[in-house]
């Protein structure tokens, strides 16, 4: 499984930063409720993303590393700064969600959304959306993230050389 296919769920979620279409910017009483809807379905987001994600490629990583014999320690801190690499990339790419939302979505709807939320069935439907498109997402070929792969090599690089294990 590739890194992109579940951080594609994050960008779904929150639209890509710099490929939203052109837009004016929403009234700013969309954009209030956008926010406040956001604030409701953000709340575990970022950790649960992370986890599916890491859960999802983090193995393959470990099994090359150990098969390259990288003590444990290297590969600990490689582990560390995958996941810093994943929360600064997600963080990042849902900064833009509450705009997107407000673009799409009249007032009237945004209430009726963060009413939805906070319902039992809206309350589930949070905690257990991300792991649902997780494993969605799991199965289905995604585009591959040329950028954050990049990222992520130099980080492994860097770590891996600090290590004495490259030159």
């Known amino acids: 499984m590739r890194v992109g296919s579940l951080l594609m769920l994050a960008l779904l979620l929150a639209g890509a930063p710099g490929t939203a279409r052109a837009q ?6 969309t954009l209030q409720a956008a926010q406040e809807l956001f604030s409701i379905m953000s709340g575990d987001i970022l950790k649960q993303l992370t986890t599916q994600i890491t859960n999802a490629v983090w193995p393959q990583i470990e099994q090359k590393a150990r098969a390259a014999k990288i003590d ?28 997107i939302y407000a673009r799409h979505f ?61 030159k």
């Open 72 to 99: 444990d320690a290297t590969i600990a801190e490689l582990r560390s700064e995958f996941e810093r690499i994943e929360v600064g990339f997600l963080t990042d790419s849902l900064k833009e969600a509450p705009a």
């Open 106 to 166: 009249t007032v009237a709807e945004l209430h009726d959304l963060v009413a939805f939320y906070r319902s039992p069935t809206g309350s589930k439907a949070l905690s257990e959306m991300p792991q649902v498109m997780g494993e969605f997402y799991a199965t289905s070929p995604v585009p591959h993230m040329a950028a954050l792969q990049q990222q992520i090599n130099e980080a492994t690089t860097r770590v891996l050389r600090e290590h004495g294990y490259t």
């Open 24 to 29: 004016s910017s929403p009234p700013s009483e």
